[in-house]
């Protein structure tokens, strides 16, 4: 039995180094190579929409290290259902409050999700919520911004709090969604706001939107403290739970 | 009426949007514009009828103003100042700026929105599922679980109902409460739920090697042609922007390039592009219309 173990963990090692090896050198590619590269092409090829083109493909290369890792590493069914299972909720949760705008549990399962599974985890279901969830709500040039944005979110929700920086409790996850909505979420989805506006982004037009946009960022943020202070102790119990219960603490 | 561009292949009709929306995004030469937003509005309204003329009216066109307006007022680069706002010179280059930002603004969101018509999920998971495979499998797995976890919510509720905890009575904190308890009912259930789902799913030798996937697609000739096609066009288009064709300069003074034999061709093939789907349809009615009548013929003579 114990020798069994020994074999697993060793070959478990080989794969982990295989993945980090990858995804390095990808990661190395993109943000090296291509990035500059776009940067520079959008200087001396595109004159009037270099921003917005430019950025949205970076922010594009950034999301695509996460999804070759998760595709790398050949997650496990039992992994696969239950991500798609956080994203359910978080797409139903999106779909249930369409009359409130702007008051949505999305980033709140997000950040759980990141808090209980890791920050890839939490990557994954952020940004395929805001992906699948566009599907029901219509896809536009704002999906790559809010796929990132959320994906940001749950991405450093997994980094605080699973990594063991902070315990995730009810507080501490309360003001991390707080500042992480108004100020990761909002800060990045307006971005796309200023780019789309104006091809020539300068500070007064930075400032009139985030002013116009301060209303919703605060019911967001609220919305987001709410749910979180709700549901936080209940969601993490479950998945731990079923973490437990399923054998999902290794894969995972 | 049924779209005849989406029953191409996945592959070109996924081509295609990502064409036209990045090409939509950044040439702001005035004809290339009015080609594209009359392309795009046509198609919309072809796609989605009276639906889309109401959300182009009440949407997009305040949408529009706003951006066209926005610009003027915080750039303030050009030679022709018209008048002054709060000392602020406002000049026609940046007013026509930012009408030109606001069509192309209105391009893109058009297109979308014949993207949202078009590209189904299913055509989606079709295209990726093979790249992506994991993440396609969470894809369709969410489209899934969708609708079961409505079926499972109307059960709890009535459950919940029946033992007291109506959330359509009581005070307000009481049904804040049942609401709660509904929803972490749900949680529960889904998470246990799908873990069974995953175990049958790996008892059936998912993920092994050798599995087929389902897909109704085929590339047929016809859909050859049209890539063909389509590739060339947009070949010819890009190339046309590496030369110089479409530039148009605004600050500051506008200035558009010389219309040659080049840019002609140029804008004839960006024409044909932004009305591909339009074309194509407009073809099928016709060969529809044809064939009717020469099937109306032949079933007379067979009469006789």
Known sequence: ?252 | MNDTFGTYHPIINFIYFCTVILLGMFIMHPIFLCTAIIGAFTYSVFLNGKKAVRFNLIFLLPMMVLVSIINPLFNHRGMTILFYFRDNPITMESIVYGIFTGIMFAVIILWFSCYNEVMTSDKFIYLFGKIIPALSLIFSMVLRFIPRFKEQLKIVYNAQKCIGRDISSGTFLERMYYGIKIFSIMITWSLENSIETADSMRSRGYGLRGRTSFSIYRFDSRDTVVSVVLIMLIILVISGILLGENSIIFFPLIKTSHITIISVIVFIAYFLICFLPIILNMIEIYILKRNKKSGDLDVSVYNK
């Open chain 1, 1 to 252: 039995m114990q020798r069994k173990s020994g074999k697993v963990n060793v070959n478990k090692c080989d794969n982990k180094s295989k993945f980090i090896n990858t995804r390095s050198l990808l990661s190395i590619f993109l943000y090296l190579i291509c990035m500059p590269a776009t940067i520079l092409l959008g200087i001396y090829l595109l004159d009037d929409r270099k921003y917005y083109i430019v950025s949205m493909l970076i922010i594009c290369y950034a999301m695509i290290p996460f999804y070759v890792l998760f595709e790398k590493r050949k997650p496990k069914t039992r992994e696969i259902i239950v991500i798609s299972v956080l994203i359910v909720i978080g797409v139903c949760g999106r779909a249930v409050f369409f009359m409130t705008p702007q008051f949505k549990p999305v980033i709140a399962i997000v950040i759980i999700s990141g808090a209980c599974l890791g920050g890839h985890v939490g990557f994954l279901v952020g940004s395929m919520t805001g992906f699948i969830s566009n599907f029901l709500f219509g896809q536009g040039p704002w999906t790559p911004w809010q796929m990132f944005a959320f994906g940001i979110v749950g991405l450093f929700a997994g980094l605080i709090f699973h990594k063991g920086f902070l315990t995730p409790n009810k507080i501490f996850l309360c003001i991390y969604g707080a500042f992480a909505t108004f100020f990761i979420f909002g800060g990045i989805v307006d971005i796309w706001t200023i780019l789309m506006f104006t091809p020539s982004p300068n500070v007064e037009t930075a400032i009139l939107v985030y002013s116009a946009a301060l209303v919703f960022n605060l019911i967001h943020t609220v919305s987001t403290v709410f749910f979180l202070f709700i549901f936080a102790k209940p969601m993490i119990e479950k998945i731990e739970r079923v973490k437990l219960k399923y054998g999902l603490i290794d894969t995972i």
